[in-house]
């Protein structure tokens, strides 16, 4: 599987923007999908997982309530929409393909991924 991520610039706090991430391969539905992200100096972390049906989500505390993600199976993409953009959601993100093909509402893991895409890079100014 490869992941091409885009959709990254450079944006004011306050304001939205919408990554995607498209996927290689034939097998894209079959799996559970995440978004991380990694800021300088920082370890990389979980931001939002989906099923592989899209019907359940979970999201770290840090950004539930302004984040969503989605997928498109037929398009074999998933989004991140990322409103009310704050100053620390500067990073570069990440899409991941969820290793096996068990989804969990618990915070993901970078070990629990398989396959990862290059990050796209996001900038909140203040």
């Known amino acids: 599987v490869q992941l091409q991520a885009s959709g990254g610039g450079l944006i004011q706090a306050g304001g939205s923007l919408r990554l995607s991430c498209a996927a290689s391969?034939?097998?894209?539905?079959?799996?559970?999908m995440g978004w991380f992200r990694q800021a300088p100096g920082k370890e990389r972390e979980f931001v939002a997982g989906?099923?592989?049906?899209?019907?359940?989500?979970n999201y770290a505390n840090s950004v539930k309530d302004r984040f969503t993600i989605s997928r498109d199976n037929a398009k074999n993409t998933v989004y991140l929409l990322m409103n009310s953009l704050k100053y620390e959601d500067t990073a570069v993100y990440y899409c991941?393909?969820?290793?096996?093909?068990?989804?969990?509402?618990?915070?993901?893991?970078?070990?629990?991924?398989?396959?990862w895409g290059k990050g796209t890079l996001v900038t909140v100014s203040s």
């Open positions: 391969g034939r097998t894209f539905s079959m799996y559970p």
């Open positions: 989906i099923s592989r049906n899209g019907v359940y989500t």
């Open positions: 991941a393909v969820r290793r096996g093909q068990t989804y969990t509402s618990s915070t993901w893991g970078p070990e629990d991924m398989d396959y």
